[in-house]
């Protein structure tokens, strides 16, 4: 894993040094520069901080030249079927100088060109520098899933990219300024959806694309996509055989997971997929695999979505023979939370973020790399949204005039803040707000934190005038017309597994794993196995019945015999975090400061009463605001760090220091 950085006709060694240094978190092995410039005054660099995971000798140095020095890469990620590769180069005459990936991807590229994409399994962003032909240029390429960021710039005929967004902003001319469109898309999802970021002008690769800058202009190409079969094909295989075959593809998904030179680890949250990862981990280990939990003290966990049982998680990992880890912490929120928004880039609300970043810092102690279980609930329909559909389905069935009285004593529920009824008063408001609405603008409601009107009434009116008309769900909507055709279930997971995926998630376990210089790999992403669920696994498999559905039905089945019960009967969790019991306590004080009505108006994005009115409401118990609440504190700290110290982001924060 790595931090790679390019520049085109833009800055010199002395900016591609810069880029390197504040992404030096990403690669603590080794560093350097490439660059090249030509005879009419034209420049191309590339960058790197490496990460050694394959080869851990300077024979990996990056950026890699072929022997001609006319291509050269620079690489983050693995791939995981490069052995196979290099045997077929050597076959052809290859000769190579190391045993890393990154020289199976710059050798194939030299066979194939840019084709050379369609070959690669894994997780992967690269740059390569060709200087073969006339009119030189520089190929890049972000993986299948979008595990791996590629961030960029384009100004006429100067171009830079880079895997953090702070490496951009340490390039000439580029400044820190927000995007007014994407501040209205993270107030209703909490986050930025690909391509887009919070930052006017800097944009991503998106994932399963490819790029070309030559000629001084950008050209984007998709290479790949998931699809899924038509709502009326049929599936030959019985349930049991596809029971059976789901679960051999995964063994064999998550042994081509396993390639390192140094240890490998897992997290472990006691769900079904973590759980899952980790008993294919077990089997084919030569010593006992090092599993990491992170759990909050009893009293925080109360009617959150955090893990409730950490003893779960601990039994399993002691019938494996696991070494395994357990994290309970108090963290000092007020004091964490500046670095974290430092290396996330973007202002990213999930409080998910701060286990992910303090489960890899516990890992870095003793792992380089950990398996995750992300895109399981993608793949096979584990979230509650899911099944919302068909609950709304049943719930417009009840006469109009009754239902309106049932909506409006369901809106009326307070926070019920420390109870376990908690999440079921959020579901049920969430129910009573979409239940009316059509498939589409309903599965993007309960997505939705702020809805267009909750929005709108906190905007200054020069805000609100220039976001009217703007259409925050414009990625959803996109995607749903690319899946238009297939099941509905399959449709939603196509939106998740192209919008939330990879713009949350993936976006935040790359960023805290590579805080502490520590590799995630998510297996149930491999792309071989991802295909095959899409098309293979009919939908009333992934999710069984509708009133009580079970979630990820073949998905446990196929693990029956391979987890004890108590982990296939766990309701859904995973490294969530106390933000409720933390916004009333611990970071009461911060609130008030970060909120304020003076603060808050001299941003003069929000209407101060509005933002006090959530706060207060929250602090009284009468609305669950908590998430709400954490948007604005997020995007506060973050308006702190990016735009008002914009000189000063190729260091952390002064307060970051927990």
Known sequence: MCGISGLINWGDRGTLAAMNHVQA???????????????????????????????????????????????????????????????????????????????????????????CVKRLEGMFAFAICDLRSAMPSVFMARDHFGIKPLYYVERGHRFAFASEIKALLQVPGVAGEMDDQSLNQYLAFLWVPDPNTMFRGIFKIPAGHCAIFSRDQLRLMKYWDLSFPAESASF??????????????FRAGVNRHLVSDVPVGAFLSAGVDSSSILAMMAQSARQPVRTYTITYPKQHRVGETALDDPEVASRFAKALGCEHHELIVEPQVADLMPKLIWHMDEPTA???????????????????????????????????????????????????????????SLLRLPGLRGSRLKGYARLAKKMARSAHLKPIEAFVRDCTYLDDSQRTAIYTSALRSELSGMDGAIQHQAAFQQSEGTDWLNQMLYADLKI?????????????????????????????????????VPPSLKLKGKLLPETKYIFRKAMKDMLPREILRQPKAGFGAPVDYWLAHDMKEMVDDLLSERQVKKRGLFQPGMVSRLVHEHRQGKEDWSMQIWQFVTL???????????????????????
């Open 25 to 115: 978190h990403r690669g603590p092995d080794d560093h350097g520069v490439w660059e090249h410039k030509f005879p009419d005054g034209s420049y191309i660099g590339l960058g790197s901080q490496r990460l050694a995971i394959l080869d851990l000798s300077s024979a990996g140095h990056m950026p890699m030249e072929n022997e001609e020095g006319s291509v050269c890469i620079t690489h983050n990620g693995e791939i995981y079927n490069f052995a196979a590769l290099r045997r077929e180069l050597e076959g052809k005459g290859y000769r190579f100088r190391s045993t890393t990936d990154t020289e199976v991807i710059l050798r194939l590229y030299e066979e194939e060109g840019v084709d």
């Open 236 to 249: 030959p295989r019985s349930e049991d055989e596809l029971a059976v075959e789901v679960r051999e593809r």
């Open 350 to 408: 999930d409080p998910a973020i701060i286990a992910a970043y303090l489960v890899c810092r516990e890992a870095s102690k003793s792992a380089r790399v950990l398996l995750s279980g992300i895109g399981g609930d993608e793949l096979f329909a584990g979230y509650r949204k899911y099944v919302a559909h068909y609950w709304r389905q049943a719930y417009r069935r009840i006469p109009g005039s009754l239902r309106k009285g049932i909506d409006d």
């Open 500 to 536: 939330f995926m990879p713009s949350l998630n993936l976006a935040y376990n790359d960023k805290m794993s590579m805080a502490s210089s520590v590799e995630v790999r998510v297996p149930f992403l491999d792309r071989e196995f991802a295909e095959f669920v899409a098309g293979s």
């Open 636 to 658: 506060e700290l973050w308006m702190q760090t990016f735009l008002d110290q914009s000189r000063r982001v190729d260091r952390l924060p002064e307060l970051a220091t927990a």
